[in-house]
């Protein structure tokens, strides 16, 4: 979902701006710190390299718009831990650390 849904939404954003003479506007990704570091976690090293592939696909796409002269702009929005569904699907069989994993942080 990180890599190829993130691909199909933009090609079609895209080609939707095309189509109606958009030249300003803004296709937005949303990544993930993951994205930028590797944290210490063997359990979503898979996560983190589809959240690599995000910092690089929307690099790869601004480069692609700069070499089409438009003034689209790509950009990858990137926060930090945020208490989400993910951990407790990922430690269903383990809630206690499932909590953990949310409770070192403010």
């Not at 945020?82 to 269903?92: C, K």
Request: hydrophobic share 35%.
């Amino acid at each position: 979902v990180n890599v190829l849904a993130l691909s199909i939404c933009t090609r079609e954003a895209y080609q939707s701006m095309k189509e109606r003479n958009i030249d300003d506007g803004h296709i937005i990704n949303l990544n993930s710190i993951s994205g930028h570091i590797v944290i210490n976690s063997s359990d979503v090293h898979f996560c983190m390299a589809t959240k690599y592939a995000v910092s690089a696909l929307t690099e790869g796409l601004r480069q692609e718009l700069r070499e089409a002269k438009t003034h689209i702009r790509a950009t990858s929005i990137s926060p930090g831990m945020v208490e989400t569904e993910f951990i407790y699907r990922l430690y269903s069989n383990n809630p206690e650390k499932a909590k953990a994993s949310y409770s070192r942080l403010k």
